[in-house]
């Protein structure tokens, strides 16, 4: 069974940085597609990050030039970098593969508050 858990959330100030990190089993992490989707409060889930298995990354416009998705495939790890971090970035931030069937991490809670 596929497995995805989120580490690395808080409450941070505006401008600091965090690392997400999301660890995989139950699957073959190499030849997975990864992404990082985010949720605020009343809001609809949507995309952060994405990363393919062929090095391929797509990011959102809000994120973009702050946020870097990057994996580790010796460690099953794929983590998200944020950067520059703005109130607007609170959310829970879940960490998502699908290999033909969608699997979602459980959350991680993020708040940027001064």
């Known amino acids: 069974q596929v497995q995805l858990v989120e580490s690395g959330g808080g409450l941070v100030q505006p401008g600091e940085s965090l690392r997400l990190s999301c660890a995989a089993s139950?699957?073959?992490?190499?030849?997975?597609?990864m992404g990082w989707y985010r949720q605020a409060p009343g809001e609809q889930r949507k995309l952060v990050a994405f990363l393919t298995r062929g090095g391929t990354t797509t990011y959102a416009d809000s994120v973009r030039g702050r946020f870097t998705i990057f994996r580790d495939n010796s460690k099953n790890l794929v983590y998200l970098q944020m950067n520059s971090l703005k109130p607007e970035d609170t959310a829970v931030y879940y960490c998502y593969t699908n290999s033909g069937v969608s699997y979602w991490g459980q959350g991680t809670q993020v708040t940027v508050s001064s």
């Open positions: 139950g699957t073959i992490f190499s030849r997975s597609n």
